[in-house]
């Protein structure tokens, strides 16, 4: 044993000294780091639509308008279909109702003007002829609960 103390004490030194030893100096670097901080634009954004509808509701451009919408009230409903027929022979007759619940029923016979202005020309089963013009159109009946 005496003969591997040296060698022992040797080693223990070489590593003692291996670690004690000051780190070597870092080299500069070729490129210098940079300094001035980066920032992205903000990405566009769609804008916000309300703001927008609210600003241009508050207008002054508008108020006329409202004012004359607001006096004139809802729109009347003005839709009609053919409910039916009815009648025998040259007695016959068609059934008009309208969308609007309101509104009664009409009973239309040949020469009557149906609500939207054109004149019946011909009533036949299951058909209304009218004149549109110079056109003869049919109307068939559109059956409804």
Same mark, same amino acid.
């Given at each position: 044993?005496?003969?591997?103390?040296?060698?022992?004490?040797? /080693?223990? &030194?070489? +590593?003692?000294?291996?670690?004690?030893?000051?780190?070597? #100096?870092?080299?500069?670097?070729?490129? =210098?780091? %940079?300094?001035?901080?980066?920032?992205?634009?903000?990405?566009?954004?769609?804008?916000?639509?309300?703001?927008?509808?609210?600003?241009?509701?508050?207008?002054?451009?508008?108020?006329?308008?409202?004012?004359? /919408?607001? &006096?004139? +009230?809802?729109?009347?409903?003005?839709?009609?279909?053919? #409910?039916?027929?009815?009648?025998?022979? =040259?007695? %016959?007759?068609?059934?008009?109702?309208?969308?609007?619940?309101?509104?009664?029923?009409?009973?239309?016979?040949?020469?009557?003007?149906?609500?939207?202005?054109?004149?019946?020309?011909?009533?036949?089963?299951?058909?209304?002829?009218?004149?549109?013009?110079?056109?003869?159109?049919?109307?068939? #009946?559109?059956?409804?609960?």
């Amino acid at each position: 044993m005496n003969k591997f103390l040296p060698w022992l004490m040797l /080693a223990a &030194a070489f +590593g003692g000294g291996w670690l004690l030893a000051p780190a070597p #100096a870092a080299d500069a670097p070729l490129v =210098s780091a %940079r300094r001035d901080a980066w920032r992205l634009p903000d990405l566009p954004r769609r804008p916000d639509q309300a703001a927008k509808a609210i600003g241009l509701a508050a207008s002054p451009v508008f108020e006329q308008e409202a004012a004359q /919408a607001v &006096a004139a +009230g809802p729109a009347e409903d003005k839709r009609w279909r053919v #409910a039916g027929f009815f009648g025998r022979g =040259s007695e %016959r007759k068609v059934l008009i109702s309208f969308a609007a619940a309101a509104k009664p029923s009409l009973r239309l016979a040949v020469g009557d003007k149906v609500p939207s202005g054109e004149r019946i020309t011909k009533i036949e089963d299951g058909v209304v002829m009218i004149r549109a013009g110079n056109k003869q159109v049919p109307l068939g #009946a559109d059956f409804r609960e």
